[in-house]
């Protein structure tokens, strides 16, 4: 049985890097699965401050991204991860296999809690590898759609499934990460050594899948170039590497094919063809977007049937997990 869990958080503009890394595999493995779970990890979320009103417009937004990026809520289960008191629940069991050291030794962490400090980073921040363990293992995971820096925390998922089956009895599968090689790691427009992130300091540093045309062509014409005008992948050039990279992605062709295509033509000509490529790709899920988001109460009412039927499923683990560990009546 191939069951697939992922997620997003709803923190900030869904980007290239989310969908390439993420999304587009969802939408093939939705035909593949036996069981395909995708949540809006809003508790995830909030392990940052956010604001109430743009938080809540940011769940229903990704909602909607997922819908027009092809998620089909006839194969899949589209919910809010609040919604469904099980996750919470479980992390918190979950809590008392997990140690101090594996949380510390979360790349995540340390980098997010740099931004500020230890002593001011929330509880949450530094739990946050065992919610995500918690909504993985409460579906029966096989596979775990994500980028390369949600790795760290779908092996601690699997160690700490493990060590619950060895001091409990067998009671969680072990879920592995699915990653894509071609678009494990999109890197940052404005600096090729860091990935492209929602939280970046600069608007400069992504393109948002509902930017506009002018928007995107405009950032592709800003994006960092490397020393050499030569258009060819190449450790020595991390900039142009990932502008092929994305390249690649979003046009029918491979990264080889483009390389040719462009020999002996210069970056200027290369970026005006690589922005076309980016908005025609993204054209047909912005217009799907507009339509979804318009109606509000349809999009609910998919999160709502989504809500009931994730119950179903995370019950039945929570059930099991509460009867193991000698918990209740
Ligand atoms: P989040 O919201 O940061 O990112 C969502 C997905 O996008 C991928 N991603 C990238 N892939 C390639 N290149 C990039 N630059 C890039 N940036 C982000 C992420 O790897 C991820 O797959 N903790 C998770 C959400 C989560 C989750 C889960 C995922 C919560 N529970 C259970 C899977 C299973 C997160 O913060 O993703």
Redesign the pocket.
Known sequence: MKKV?????P?GVI?L??Y???IKQWVELQDEADQAVF?I?DL?AITVPQDPKTLKQNILSVAALYLAAGIDPNKSIIFV?SSRPEHAELAWILNTVTKMGELSRMTQFKDKSQKTSIESASVGLFD?PV??AA??LLYGTTH???????KQ??ELARDLALRFNSRYGTTFTVPEPLIRRE?????GLDDPAK????SAQSALNYIAILDDAETIANKIKRAVTDSESEIKVGAEKPAITNLLNIFAEVSDQSVAEIEQEFQGKNYGQFKKSLAEAIVAYLKPIQEKYDKIIQDEDSLKKILEDGSRRAKILAEKTLLDVKEKIGLGL
């Open positions: 869990f992922s997620g997003i958080q923190s980007h890097g989310n390439l890394g993420a949540c990890v995830h991860q946050y919610l995500m909504d993985i775990v759609p994500v980028g390369e820096d949600q925390h779908v678009s494990a790691r999109i890197m990935k492209m992130s929602k």
